[in-house]
């Protein structure tokens, strides 16, 4: 049996359970998230949010959505750290966080799913073959796009050294921003790789780099 079809078969038997939500709080203890790690995250999704919406468009009650997505975006790490993408994928389709409307909670567990390895056109249209595509289209949208988000927002503390977004330059189809920190290098680095799925999404072009040293 391929993995494709073992992960498929994983989340149809989740899909079959009636789900249960779990505060955030008990989801950090009982699955072990790094909290810092979660909280840096979070707190980059934020900033990269506000930043970019210009771009993206999302409303800003959609802010909290992307914040706890990014808390719990490392949920399956414990579980199978190899795989902790799919891990944390099928916990938060039975256990998402009690804090995000009902309606939304499989962008929470799909946003997981996504964050780890490279996503273009040809994955997307593969996931729209699975559960991911069960969701109706405005939500497969914002999810797309609330990954979009986390995957920058995990690059930037992929070091875990705290690294920061500095200057930023705006222009006409693209947007630099400069990286602060200790391993700033390693950080930009990352971002530049996990901003795929940002580029199929939208025009304007993304462009990291560690900011000079003073």
């Not at 999704?45 to 808390?71: C, M, R, Y």
């Not at 719990?72 to 414990?78: I, K, M, Q, S």
């Not at 944390?88 to 009902?102: K, T």
Request: charged share 30%.
């Amino acid at each position: 049996m391929s993995s494709d079809n073992g992960s498929s078969e994983a989340v149809q038997s989740v899909e079959r359970v009636v789900p249960e939500p779990l505060p955030l709080e008990d989801l950090f203890h009982i699955y072990g998230i790094e909290r810092s790690h979660a909280e840096n995250v979070a707190r980059n999704a934020l900033e990269l949010f506000d930043i970019l919406n210009f771009i993206h468009g999302l409303h800003p009650k959609i802010k909290s959505l992307v914040e706890i997505a990014a808390l719990v975006h490392d949920t399956g790490v414990a579980t199978d750290f190899k795989n902790h993408h799919k891990a944390g994928r099928n916990i938060l389709l039975l256990h998402s966080p009690l804090e995000v409307p009902e309606r939304l909670r499989p962008v929470v567990a799909w946003t997981a799913f996504l964050h780890k390895k490279s996503v273009g056109k040809e994955k997307v249209e593969k996931l729209k073959g699975k559960g991911f595509g069960k969701m109706p289209e405005d939500l497969q949208d914002l999810t797309l796009k609330v990954a979009a988000l986390v995957r920058l927002a995990d690059a930037l503390d992929y070091s875990r050294m705290e690294s920061r977004l500095g200057k930023v330059t705006f222009g006409k189809q693209s947007i630099k921003f400069e990286i602060e920190g200790q391993r700033a290098v390693i950080d930009a680095e990352r971002m530049e790789k996990k901003c795929d799925l940002w580029h199929l999404l939208y025009n304007t072009r993304l462009e990291f780099r560690p900011a000079p040293k003073k």
